[in-house]
């Protein structure tokens, strides 16, 4: 951004750029603002409702580049606004992944080790019916698993 002009002198303050301005705006106010990098106070004087019409550079008799500084301040606020968005979104970011994580961690905590389970025992007389019963539905699919060939007859050729 061009800060100097080889005929520029310090602003005296004569409010010539404020009557020159058509949207009402102060630009010595937003000029100083700019300089002291103070965007809350450019916004507040209100550097968005400027139409960059240049009046205020023209009437000024310190020649000051206030329209330079105004549209550095416009350029700047939306890269910071930019700058802002992001960083919200990045930290937004970080603390869901962090309760996602917190969350995984919980539920991990809710299931029990197989330690902590209850030991299961089983009578032998419970392991008898169990076989009994599998034993009986094989019989249901296959009723006659009896083997009716006659093994072969011994004492072949080398008996
Ligand atoms: S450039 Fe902006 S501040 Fe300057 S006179 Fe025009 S509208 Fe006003
Ligand atoms: S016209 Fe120039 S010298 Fe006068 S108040 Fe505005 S910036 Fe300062």
Redesign the pocket.
């Known amino acids: 951004m061009r800060t100097e002009l080889s005929d520029q002198r310090p602003c005296t303050h004569c409010g010539d750029?404020a009557r020159?301005?058509?949207?009402a705006?102060d630009?010595e106010a937003?000029f100083f603002a700019l300089v002291q990098d103070d965007f809350t106070a450019a916004r507040a004087a209100r550097l968005d409702?400027?139409?960059?019409?240049?009046?205020?550079?023209d009437a000024c008799p310190s020649h000051i580049p206030?329209?330079d500084w105004?549209r550095w301040g416009k350029s700047e606020t939306r890269e910071r606004a930019h700058a802002d968005g992001a960083r919200e979104r990045f930290l937004a970011r970080n603390a869901r992944l962090a309760r996602e994580r917190a969350e995984r961690a919980a539920r991990r905590r809710e299931v029990p080790s197989p330690a902590a389970l209850p030991v299961q025992t089983i009578s032998h007389a419970e392991v008898l019916a169990a076989i009994a019963r599998g034993k009986a539905k094989v019989r249901a699919i296959v009723p006659d698993r009896r083997i009716t060939k006659s093994p072969p007859i011994s004492g072949g050729k080398n008996s």
């Not at 020159?20 to 949207?23: E, I, K, N, V």
């Not at 409702?49 to 550079?57: K, L, V, W, Y």
């Open positions: 750029c020159a301005c058509p949207d705006l630009p937003l409702a400027c139409s960059e019409c240049n009046r205020c550079t206030l329209l105004l």
